[in-house]
């Protein structure tokens, strides 16, 4: 039975953003539609905390009617999902708060709106085929924003998101018919969702496109799109309660390998974006990894990694967007001298920079200390790649910090907005915090990996193991 | 816990919590547009750097009078999980205390030189904020009773090192010296890690207390023995990167691009002797394993050879001091493996002080003593030890050829199978693209 409650939080989680999108479309002047974004950007934020404060909204699950095809809830809100609205709807607020005036406009606007209203969709529920249908919406939404760039480079990206689509969607289709555990239906199934995610997300060989994307496609959307990783929601909540262990060995072998190669490129890259592209690709699928350790401690440690790496990534990524806002495209092979004009900028990057590398202090070393143990558990040599990714991510983070803030600026002054810069600090300020004081997430995100735990364990009881 | 021990915690949370504040007051005062005045950075540093030294020696003085035992104090239960707590240990006892008071009073004295060295200096703000993520880390690192406190008193220090090379990062020597600084401690940083993690699974926490007496041991089975040679190699390797240790000390020379009161505190006093420390702490582990205690002697004797050399043949004062300094951590460094502790850790402290005023009046000897600089290794009777020390025994080469170079190659590669595998044609030279925001 569906209370009242939870009926008008439904529908301002959902309504808000689309009232976006329908505005959007309006004659409504830029500015105005930028500030009515904001507002409803704040109260999503503010509506998507609730489950953590008010009873009536802790713990519902909402059932299909029986005869559609399928298990799981279609909507709900539990140990896992009950942070993720709150990053999706905190993120795009923090878009549209920190992205320039000038680069966002009424399509941005309308991207954004459509593309946390599907990340929402995604992240409040676990049945496949509702998962898939959020998953498509996204892409679609991505692809919208691909349309509006010049360069044909695009297509690249857009062809490994359909590919990735279409095996997700299928995989979806397939793990919805009746099938008894561990039959070679439910392992096809499961190997195509797990490869949809995996090019979603960038696990080695499918990794290519996200730079690709980063470079030559609008850098906001693809942030929107990337940094809450839809993939890896999928995983917890389609893949690790049941599949079986060997192909989780196998995805976490080569989520690791990821990790460590995409740190290495992020080094040598010249272009600024192609480095924060192949940073994202290391935690995402440091993330990955964690997921598939198949151990309390490393699924703990994904998920807090999960939140960690999804901050301080779009906090990157922002960062690059308002100083290319200022001036063009950032080449890492020579100094910008950004540090005179923007000290906060500098800061809001190094911190978050230093996030993603395990820097204690931060959420970062939270997710990773916790990943680091699980997974040299349960993979005694190939576990201390993380140590070696997070090293490459330190030195990557401080050599794009000294080619964008060191040297002698030569750009037009021009300062943070205050908008921006309360933005950034925001941001630094929940990284920081939650860094030092980690225990009432770890906490959360320790009962939701017990869950997926326990789910898992009785998956593969019934599959006969 | 009884009321001296109540004394000691306070004493010693105040000594922490000082430079914390220092460093949130001074970044949140950099916030606004107006810049904090130096009058005002120095009024804040003084007092916290006051606070840090009378609680330290308050603390000192307690401990001693009292008679207390060494113990090591749970601060704070930060984080419990699954696999064991994350805490946040102190190790009190009259050898890390009187470490901390030592590198307290030297912080101290180097941000009063500062006040007048960076007068009117752009990058004021920024050196004093590094400059307490400096004092906070080096306490981190005297006071550490687990390793995770460790680690992070390890990170601070290398982070705020490596920034205050490039403190002028208008030129562009600094920030390239910056970062092969920055690199060399990522690689120590990665060791102490997976020591962390060893630490961890041979004790069940991070005590560092546990395990330092797990290797005194007298019954230790092969698996355990060869699991703690292996903590004491990556103890080393750790305090190797971050004391210059061979094979790493090329970047030692590099390092003196900062402001001289940063090389004075950092590669002078403290920092470079932040890995003496390390070791000296994980002595009775070292001694445990005869692999490890003869790789830390040979390392040490290593260092002290080639820095002796080097140091002869400077050309700059601060690098001829430097090589001094590194001389005699080598020298530390061998007597804590032989065993000679006491004597290593007065070495320590006596040659930390030395160093830190020679540092200091480095720049005034020069005046009085005009052309000092020009004079260096100019008798060069032995040309090719003259010119392996002046080359620091080719390590940097060595590194490079062995290391680098190898894994840019492969990494270009990687990055050459991406760009086709994206459709994209190789990128030659500058970045060239349709940038869309």
Sequence with gaps: VISLPVILWLASVFGLPLACVLLSNTRMDSRRLRVVAIVIALFLTVITTLPFFWEPLRGFHIHLPAWVPGTGAVLRVDELSLVLPTLAAGMWLFTIVATPTIVLGADGLRFTAQSTLFTLAAFLTEHPLVLAAAWAGSVTALRGSLMTTRSTKRHAAGRYLNVSTLLFVVGALLITRPTRHGSALELTALGLLVAGAMIRKGIFPAHAWIPALFEHGRLGPAILFSSPQVGTYAIAVLVVPRAPAELLRVVAILSLLTGVYAAAQAIVQRSARRACAYLFVSQSALVMAGLDCTSREALTGALVLWLSSSISFAGLGRCLLVLEARRGELDLGRHHGAYERKPLLAGTFLVLGLCCSGFPGTLGFVGEELLLGGAVAAFPWLGFLIVASSALTGIAVLRMYFALFAGRSREVPMALRATEAAGFVAIVAVVVLTGLIPSPLVRSRESAAESLFTQRVAGRVQAGE | ?437
């Design chain 2, 1 to 437: 816990m009884n009321a001296p021990q109540r004394i000691v915690q306070i004493f010693l949370l105040l000594a922490l919590v000082s430079p914390a504040a220092l460093i949130a007051a001074l970044t949140i005062g950099s916030v606004p547009r107006r810049p904090l005045s130096e009058r005002a950075v120095a009024r804040m540093t003084s007092t916290a750097v006051f606070t840090l030294v009378t609680s330290l020696a308050l603390a000192l003085a307690a401990y001693v009078t009292t008679g207390l035992e060494p113990q090591t104090w749970t601060a704070r239960q930060w984080l419990t999980r699954t696999g064991g707590a994350l805490q946040l240990d102190l190790l009190v006892d009259g050898w890390s205390l009187t470490f901390a008071l030592v590198a307290a009073v030297i912080s101290g004295t180097v941000s009063v030189f500062s006040y007048r060295y960076l007068h009117l200096e752009k990058g004021f703000v920024r050196y004093f904020i590094l400059y307490a993520c400096f004092v906070l880390g080096v306490q981190l690192v005297a006071l550490a009773g687990s390793i995770e406190v460790l680690f992070a008193g390890w990170e601070l220090l290398g982070l705020s090192s490596s920034l205050l090379i490039a403190f002028f990062h208008e030129r562009r020597s600094p920030v390239t010296n910056a970062m092969r600084v920055f690199s060399i401690y990522r690689v120590s940083d990665a060791a102490m890690l997976v020591a962390a993690v060893l630490i961890h699974h041979r004790v069940g926490s991070g005590s560092l207390s546990t395990l330092f007496r797990a290797g005194t041991l007298a019954a230790i089975d092969d698996t355990g023995s060869m699991q703690l040679t292996a903590i004491a190699f990556f103890i080393l390797l750790a305090a190797a990167g971050k004391s210059a240790l061979v094979p790493f000390s090329g970047w030692l020379p590099r390092a003196m691009e900062g402001p001289t009161p940063s090389s004075a505190v950092y590669y002078g006093a403290l920092s470079v002797h932040a890995g003496c420390y390390l070791l000296w702490r994980a002595g009775p582990l070292i001694q445990g394993s005869f692999i490890a205690q003869t790789l830390v002697i040979v390392t040490g004797l290593a260092t002290a050879v080639l820095a002796a050399l080097a140091a002869r043949v400077q050309t700059n004062v601060k690098s001829a001091l430097s090589y001094a300094t590194l001389t005699q951590v080598g020298i530390i460094v061998v007597e804590i493996a032989l065993g000679f502790r006491t004597l290593a850790f007065v070495h320590l402290i006596g040659n930390a002080c030395v160093r830190l005023v020679q540092f200091l009046t480095a720049p005034n000897v020069l005046l009085d003593l005009h052309g000092f600089e020009g004079g260096a290794g100019r008798r060069a009777r032995w040309p090719r030890l003259y010119a392996f020390a002046l080359q620091d025994g080719g390590l940097d080469v060595i590194l490079d050829t062995l290391v680098v170079r190898p894994f840019f190659a492969i990494v270009r590669a990687g990055q050459r199978l991406d760009e086709r595998l994206s459709g994209e044609r190789p990128i030659q030279g500058p970045v060239g693209r349709e940038t869309q925001p």
